[in-house]
């Protein structure tokens, strides 16, 4: 079965703390991708990569850095935690030409930042 | 700019009928539908690519006119099920994903 697993399902953290969130996948798929979940503005990408070592910016980058050292590996990064990135982060992955093929989504991180 | 879709929220008997609109401002390559139950991840429902290929659930219909840059979901014979939240993804290229804001579907006994 097909896996897509993000590292902690709950997260709490500081004001002003470096955060990294993990996600794992297991079908060699080259895109992955990192979105935000809120209320009513659905889910707002935040980086994607399409290949190791590469990434471009999606449509709320602020405040967030991304690293993709190993193809199954997307890690997302707050380099300074703050009250207004309290929200759901989803990772996905797709294969091949990303609008062609489903994506794949984890279970989800719930951050709060306090 | 985020697809908009309608409605925003809709409340069903089972075996009753829905159609879920998205609409976008750009010209689009696909349209991706997928379903969020709550505290869960989405699940994939169907593609609709420009040129008229569709690649999907089989009990799931859809219909994407490039020309409107518009698609809809149609959900027949509803059950409890398919409760959830629905979203379309629409891309213009071959990689960037945008997202709606989502159509709260609730189907009562």
């Known amino acids: 079965d097909v896996k897509v697993t993000q590292s902690s399902r709950y997260l709490v953290k500081r004001t002003g703390e470096k955060v990294f969130l993990e996600c794992v996948q297991d079908m060699d798929h080259e895109n992955m991708f990192w979105y935000r979940q809120d209320p009513g503005l659905g889910l707002r990408l935040i980086y994607f990569?399409?290949?190791?070592?590469?990434?471009e910016k999606g449509d709320i980058p602020e405040g967030y850095s991304v690293s993709r050292e190993k193809k199954e590996r997307f890690s997302l990064i707050l380099e300074s935690a703050s009250t207004n990135q309290t929200s759901m982060y989803l990772c996905?992955?797709?294969?091949?030409?990303?609008?062609?093929?489903?994506?794949?989504f984890g279970p989800g991180t719930r951050l709060t930042v306090l | 700019q985020q697809p908009v879709q309608s409605p925003q929220a809709v409340i069903l008997r089972e075996g009753e009928d829905a159609v879920i609109n998205c609409s976008s401002s750009k010209a689009l390559y696909s349209v991706h539908w997928y379903r969020q139950k709550h505290g869960e991840a989405p699940v994939f429902l169907m593609i609709l690519l420009k040129g008229g290929e569709q690649k999907g659930h089989d009990k799931i219909s859809a219909s994407f006119n490039e020309k409107k840059q518009q698609s809809s979901l149609y959900l027949t014979a509803s059950q409890l099920s398919y409760s959830g939240t629905y979203f379309c993804g629409t891309t213009t290229g071959t990689y960037k994903y945008i997202f709606g804001t989502g159509t709260r579907l609730k189907v009562l006994a």
């Open positions: 996905a992955s797709t294969a091949g030409l990303a609008g062609y093929n489903e994506q794949f």
């Open positions: 990569s399409y290949d190791v070592k590469m990434k």
